[in-house]
């Protein structure tokens, strides 16, 4: 085979590498000969603002299964095209693992080393486990790719057939941190320990959260992805310079893969590793600090859907909440800006209703932080939560808040 799609058949189940290491050889064959997509289900966990490839513009008879909504997806469904499931990390790793194995998965990996080994460079989270129950194995070997040490990589004997092509990597670029996220990061920034293991995504709130630690000492880092912010804690001298940063995906430009494949403590692992919740829980003070659409005033956490549409999806925030909250003197700390739509709509509500869905239950809330404080209510009564939340909402929508509490107080 001279191309990475020669093997593709109608009805097969193919598994794609995604956000950094999206490969552009293997798209651009698909678009050169687009017949190689007819009747092919392509599988891969792309994550919406990251990924940039829609397999099903392709060809109109390709298919796609997802677990995060993407526009491509939206359209994809509407169409009868496409299948989102509702599935946590925890549950996609499952699904992989028992679910009908791909009949194809595609890789984009460093080239060999001298032994012949590929290293799956800037991501590892998902690959491996579909690699294994594979039918079929096929590789982009990319001299661009950084090789990173980890639990996974793979001999080039493994491979059925590999392209070899010096191609740019995908680049990600975050926003930049605004007044209100400097304020969210301020405050998440005290209630940091030194010697604090943390777990953080990627936004502007983590961009802001890491200026903000420069001056703490031997924190460390267990997650399931690192950007910029993590090279601002180095080079801070924030981040204990001989404790593992342990990950699943690199998201950054250029410079920051460089800096990453020299890092001495970089650990790449799958997602059966960094979101296992057990693992999570055995490690001391562990702080995983993540994002919401909005918090209602029961505690209960909406991170996937707004105004009724579903942006993303559950993700790792299940996770990293259930072994954060068993770790010994671990927090889980839920960030967010108090309002929307240009301070029109308050994102601390009421009740979720039906226009949002419930990522987090009540009974898992520890702390939530807007940048008009920080509502701590773990050991607080329903009352008493309420009030909190209440308290670090908007000014302007806090009456409003307090109305709707003392009508909704009545049926409880």
């Given at each position: 085979?001279?191309r990475?799609?020669?093997?593709?058949?109608?009805?097969?189940?193919?598994?794609?590498?995604?956000?950094?290491?999206?490969?552009?050889?293997?798209?651009?064959?698909?678009r050169a000969?687009?017949?190689?997509?007819s009747?092919?289900?392509?599988?891969?966990?792309?994550?919406?603002?990251?990924?940039?490839?829609?397999?099903?513009?392709?060809?109109?008879?390709a298919?796609?299964?997802?677990?995060?909504?993407?526009?491509?997806?939206?359209?994809?469904?509407?169409?009868?095209?496409?299948?989102l499931?509702?599935?946590?990390?925890?549950?996609?790793?499952?699904?992989?693992?028992?679910?009908?194995?791909?009949?194809?998965?595609?890789?984009?990996?460093?080239?060999?080393?001298?032994?012949?080994?590929?290293?799956?460079?800037?991501?590892?989270?998902?690959?491996?486990?579909?690699?294994?129950r594979?039918k079929r194995?096929?590789?982009?070997?990319?001299?661009?790719?950084?090789?990173?040490?980890?639990?996974?990589?793979?001999?080039?004997?493994?491979?059925?057939?590999?392209?070899?092509?010096?191609?740019?990597?995908?680049?990600?670029?975050?926003?930049?941190?605004?007044?209100?996220?400097?304020?969210?990061?301020?405050?998440v920034?005290?209630?940091?320990?030194?010697?604090?293991?943390?777990q953080?995504?990627?936004?502007s709130?983590?961009l802001?959260l890491?200026?903000?630690?420069?001056?703490?000492?031997r924190?460390?880092?267990?997650?399931?992805?690192?950007?910029?912010?993590?090279?601002?804690?180095?080079?801070?001298?924030?981040?204990d310079?001989?404790?593992?940063?342990?990950?699943?995906?690199?998201?950054?430009?250029?410079?920051f893969?460089?800096?990453?494949a020299?890092?001495?403590?970089l650990?790449?692992?799958?997602?059966?590793?960094?979101?296992?919740?057990?693992?999570?829980?055995?490690?001391?003070r562990?702080?995983a600090?993540?994002?919401?659409?909005?918090v209602?005033?029961?505690?209960?956490?909406?991170g996937e859907?707004?105004?009724g549409?579903?942006?993303?999806?559950?993700?790792?925030?299940?996770?990293?909440?259930?072994?954060?909250?068993?770790?010994?003197g671990?927090r889980?700390?839920v960030?967010?800006?108090?309002?929307?739509?240009?301070?029109?709509?308050?994102?601390?509500?009421?009740?979720?209703?039906?226009?949002?869905l419930?990522?987090?239950?009540?009974?898992?809330?520890?702390?939530?932080?807007?940048?008009?404080?920080?509502?701590?209510?773990?050991?607080?009564?329903?009352?008493?939560?309420?009030?909190?939340?209440?308290?670090?909402?908007?000014?302007?929508?806090?009456?409003?808040?307090?109305?709707?509490?003392?009508?909704?107080r009545?049926?409880?």
């Amino acid at each position: 085979m001279s191309r990475l799609t020669d093997g593709l058949r109608p009805g097969m189940r193919v598994f794609v590498p995604t956000l950094s290491t999206e490969s552009s050889v293997f798209v651009d064959e698909l678009r050169a000969d687009p017949e190689r997509a007819s009747g092919v289900t392509f599988m891969g966990v792309q994550f919406p603002g990251i990924d940039r490839v829609d397999y099903l513009k392709l060809h109109p008879e390709a298919r796609q299964q997802a677990f995060f909504m993407t526009p491509g997806v939206r359209a994809g469904l509407a169409q009868g095209r496409a299948e989102l499931l509702s599935l946590d990390y925890v549950g996609i790793a499952r699904h992989l693992a028992e679910g009908p194995p791909p009949d194809l998965a595609v890789a984009h990996l460093t080239t060999p080393d001298a032994e012949g080994w590929c290293s799956p460079g800037l991501a590892s989270d998902f690959m491996p486990l579909a690699w294994r129950r594979a039918k079929r194995r096929v590789a982009h070997l990319n001299p661009r790719m950084p090789r990173t040490q980890g639990t996974f990589r793979v001999h080039v004997s493994e491979l059925d057939a590999h392209v070899e092509a010096d191609a740019p990597l995908n680049p990600f670029v975050e926003a930049p941190a605004g007044e209100v996220e400097r304020r969210i990061g301020q405050h998440v920034a005290q209630l940091v320990r030194d010697g604090d293991t943390l777990q953080f995504g990627i936004g502007s709130v983590p961009l802001a959260l890491a200026g903000e630690l420069g001056g703490h000492r031997r924190l460390r880092f267990h997650g399931g992805l690192v950007a910029s912010g993590l090279r601002t804690l180095w080079e801070s001298g924030a981040l204990d310079r001989d404790a593992p940063v342990t990950t699943g995906v690199v998201l950054g430009d250029v410079g920051f893969h460089n800096f990453i494949a020299q890092l001495p403590t970089l650990h790449m692992a799958d997602v059966t590793h960094t979101h296992d919740p057990a693992r999570v829980a055995a490690i001391p003070r562990f702080v995983a600090i993540n994002a919401a659409a909005e918090v209602d005033l029961f505690g209960q956490i909406n991170g996937e859907r707004v105004g009724g549409t579903i942006q993303a999806g559950a993700g790792g925030l299940p996770a990293f909440a259930q072994g954060a909250l068993s770790s010994p003197g671990g927090r889980l700390l839920v960030c967010l800006g108090a309002t929307a739509r240009k301070g029109s709509v308050s994102r601390i509500v009421p009740v979720i209703g039906e226009q949002g869905l419930c990522t987090l239950p009540r009974y898992l809330a520890d702390a939530v932080v807007t940048e008009h404080g920080v509502a701590e209510f773990r050991h607080l009564s329903l009352d008493a939560r309420a009030e909190a939340l209440i308290g670090i909402a908007a000014p302007e929508h806090r009456a409003a808040l307090q109305d709707a509490w003392r009508t909704l107080r009545q049926s409880v």
